[in-house]
């Protein structure tokens, strides 16, 4: 019953040929893999660098037109403030006045 041994032989054979395939298969897929997830994250951290000096640049223009506009803002009140000072007698007459007080 050679035929038999060498038959057996021969499966044994094939099916470690197939195993030893199917591992090969899966370290190339394996290693694929990690590189195309090297290959994602390094294009995912690009992208947030490049958010993160967008935001950065944003926000910085956003502190100076911030900064602008107070000036401005205190600019504004101040020349009111003035404007108050400077009317403020006449006005203060306008309502006694208005409402009847003679003094």
Known sequence: ??????IEDIEKAY??????ARNNIIE???AVRDEEEKK???????KQNF??????ELAKEINQETLKFEMKI?????????KYQDR????????????????
Request: aromatic share 12%; hydrophobic share 45%.
């Open 15 to 20: 099916e470690e040929l197939i195993d030893k």
């Open 88 to 103: 403020k007698d006449n006005l203060i007459s306008l309502i006694f006045d208005k409402i009847g007080f003679d003094f």
């Open 51 to 56: 958010v993160k000096k967008v935001l950065e």
């Open 40 to 46: 994602m994250n390094y294009t995912m951290n690009e």
């Open 74 to 82: 205190e600019k504004e009140l101040k020349i009111l403030e003035q």
């Open 28 to 30: 190339e897929l394996k």
């Open 1 to 6: 019953m050679e035929l038999f041994k060498w």
